[in-house]
């Protein structure tokens, strides 16, 4: 390897609905990486879950996929003592597959759930961002919720039930629904992002429809109370002594924040900084803090928020993972703070090394 460079494997695509926006997401960070400071490899994983070496994001967004047979199949060699990449068609690889750091881009399941960390942790490899724990519970908006009230952060009402429940005793759970939290309401798959799944029900014939979408995605489903009041975003980065940037605020064109709202760049705009007054964005970021540390997150998370107009503050979400595209609040917001994309992704690199220098069984004698 490039003594002078680390050595830096870029993965991402994956097996979860949101496959295209990891892709974009890789392709702005393939951009914006410094060349000086790093060598990049690529890994672009297929809707079927095959490994490629090689492959840019940006000509699989336009191609596809290439069939295994016209590119480079890989497997993670699963060697705590020496891991590495390994062709499974007789490639040789650049410096025989070994690489200093994985920087997943990775959005939804088999990728921002634990799934892949848990693979990494197994190699015994350094990554970008947020281990099992944080990510598993990052994932999981029901589980996110139950650590989001044991630090008593604000919370909209909530419900949640399994899609075997729902087909049982749908008209039980529409009756619970209407009781517990009532309309509008927002329902949602319990373990993806992006808005993907996601819908907001008025009465009790969207609910039924709304659930049904839901139940396609996931075996848990969360409903939630509507909150009416400003959507903020507030990114959060670093390990043990995390700093949150500056809030920005969501205008969707639509209803809510959808997926196509999200990334097609439809008329829904973001607003940096959020129109809040300065005791608000205190709280904003002591919160967005709180509810990293909440989840055991590290590296990069964004955590979303709504503030009503009585200045009433409600924890949304976190994201482990959030999007690097173009049009992303994550690296939007950092830039309007003070930390230009580049220098995000240095960060973001130092401080995966960092954990997992961390991690490792200290020698030190306390």
């Known amino acids: 390897m490039d003594d002078h460079k680390l050595n830096v ?19 702005s960070i393939y951009k914006a990486i410094d060349r000086n400071r790093y060598k990049v490899e690529t890994i672009g994983i297929s809707k079927q879950g095959q490994w490629f070496w090689g492959v840019l994001p940006e000509t699989l967004l336009k191609d596809g996929f290439p069939e295994p047979n016209e590119s480079i199949q890989v497997n993670l060699v699963i060697d705590p003592t020496n891991p590495r990449f390994m062709s499974l068609n007789g490639h040789t690889l650049p410096d025989q597959g070994k690489f200093d750091l994985i920087f997943p881009v990775l959005h939804g399941p088999f990728g921002e759930d634990g799934t892949l ?74 373990n993806l992002g992006s808005s993907v799944g996601i819908s907001k029900a008025h009465d009790r014939e969207e609910l039924m429809e709304a659930l049904k979408t839901a139940a396609i995605f996931d075996r848990k489903i969360v409903i939630e109370e509507t909150i009416i009041g400003q959507e903020i975003e507030v990114s959060v980065l670093g390990n043990d002594a995390p700093i949150a940037s500056i809030p920005g605020e969501v205008l969707p064109a639509q209803e809510f924040y959808t997926y196509e709202a999200k990334y097609s760049n439809i008329g829904s705009s973001l607003l940096i900084p959020a129109a809040l007054e ?13 509810a990293f540390r909440a989840v055991e997150a590290n590296g990069l998370s964004r955590v979303d928020f709504f503030v009503t107009s009585k200045r009433e503050i409600f924890v949304n979400e976190i994201n482990t993972l959030p999007g690097f595209t173009e049009i992303s609040m994550y690296p939007k917001l950092w830039e309007a703070t003070g930390i230009p994309y580049p220098e995000l992704i240095d960060r973001l690199i130092s401080l995966g090394l960092e954990r997992f220098k961390d991690k490792q069984i200290s020698k030190i004698s306390i």
């Open 278 to 290: 300065d005791s608000v964005i205190k709280e904003l970021q002591s919160m967005a803090i709180e």
């Open 9 to 27: 494997v870029l993965l991402f695509g994956g097996r979860s609905g949101e496959h295209e926006v990891s892709l974009n997401s890789a392709r």
């Open 117 to 190: 960390q848990g693979l990494l942790e197994m190699a015994n490899v350094p990554y970008v961002g947020s281990g099992v724990l944080g990510s598993s519970l990052g994932m999981d908006k029901d589980r996110m919720k139950a650590v989001f009230l044991e630090k008593n952060l604000p919370l909209a009402r909530y419900v949640t039930l399994l899609r075997s429940e729902f087909l049982n005793g749908p008209e039980q759970c529409l009756n619970e629904i209407e009781e517990t939290i009532g309309y509008p309401c927002f329902v949602k798959p319990a």
